[in-house]
């Protein structure tokens, strides 16, 4: 009598989640009204998140209240689309607001994460604060990758006010 051949096995599904937190500060020359509106205005934030290449093709929904939706889509010329999916879950008008997100890449998800963002008057500036709580899965991006990613934004931020004050 002949053995059956046992079933193929699927391989795995990755199921890591590396966990991580990290916080960075800035102090900007402008009034946190000024600094708020750099988060609030499609338009104003469009110009400094990304920390992508420039010549890349992206499509930004912003919705910024309290229930609203943020999403961000930027597609390198011959890459995947990289998206960004949030949620915005507590705004207190130029001093906080908290928001949750996901980040894919084509179909994979790279993270889940919840960020707090606080504005403080820094005498004639604003002192922000940056604190993301991030479950990166299956290996396909690194904490500091992320982390680096957001201070190139902050930068271009600061980059922005700076200019606006130049040419005030």
């Not at 900007?28 to 110009?47: L, T």
């Not at 998140?49 to 919705?63: T, V």
């Not at 790279?110 to 005498?123: D, R």
């Not at 922000?128 to 271009?156: C, M, N, W």
Request: glycine share 6%; proline share 7%; charged share 25%.
């Amino acid at each position: 009598m002949a053995t059956a051949t046992p079933p193929a096995v699927p391989p795995a599904v990755p199921s890591t989640a590396t966990h991580a937190t990290f916080v960075i500060e800035r102090t900007y020359d402008a009034a946190p009204a000024r600094v708020w509106a750099a988060f609030a205005d499609r338009e104003a934030k469009q110009q400094w998140f990304s920390c992508m290449d420039p010549s890349a093709e992206s499509h930004m929904e912003l919705d910024f209240r309290v229930g609203g939706r943020e999403v961000n889509r930027i597609a390198m010329p011959g890459g995947p689309v990289h998206r960004m999916e949030a949620t915005y879950w507590d705004v207190v008008p130029e001093r906080r607001f908290v928001y949750s997100y996901a980040m894919h890449v084509g179909d994979a998800k790279l993270s889940v994460s919840l960020v707090t963002v606080e504005l403080s008057p820094a005498g004639a500036g604003t002192r922000l604060v940056f604190t993301e709580q991030a479950a990166f899965l299956d290996g396909h991006q690194e904490p500091a990758e992320r982390e680096r990613g957001t201070e190139i934004g902050l930068e271009r931020l600061g980059e922005l006010l700076r200019a606006e004050s130049a040419s005030a």
